[in-house]
């Protein structure tokens, strides 16, 4: 069992930046890879960037390839999304999320791939 705890998440204008952090802990040694979902109000979780958690291999949806920044510590288990460029339609909320299956493909980008998730983090952007 792996539990996740993300924090970071606020109010910033539009072009602005934060950084988001997602805290593991439990059984870590058995993670492949780690990602990053939003879901805005009434629309549904979509997928934004993976890393895998020993290679550091990364792939991002392409809205947000170039303003965000998908990175993690293996000695802290952390993964961290550094958003910049921020603009009204990033506001959601932020998931962070666990998988211990392989293989990195392009299958990463669906939540059903992985098996544990944070509670979120709520990002709004103001114009």
């Known amino acids: 069992q792996v539990q996740l705890v993300e924090s970071g998440g606020g109010l910033v204008q539009a072009g602005g930046s934060l950084r988001l952090s997602c805290a593991a802990s439990g059984r870590t040694f058995s993670t492949y890879a780690m990602g990053w979902f939003r879901q805005a109000s009434g629309k549904e979780r979509e997928f934004v960037a993976t890393i895998g958690w020993s290679t550091g291999s990364t792939y991002y949806a392409d809205s947000v390839k170039g303003r965000f920044t998908i990175s993690r510590d293996n000695a802290k288990n952390t993964v961290y999304l550094q958003v910049d460029s921020l603009k009204p339609e990033d506001t959601a909320v932020y998931y962070c999320?666990?998988?211990?299956?392989?293989?990195?493909?392009?299958?990463?980008?669906?939540?059903?791939?992985?098996?544990?998730w944070g509670q979120g983090t709520q990002v709004t952007v103001s114009s």
């Open positions: 999320a666990g998988t211990s299956r392989g293989p990195w493909d392009t299958g990463l980008i669906s939540t059903v791939r992985y098996n544990y």
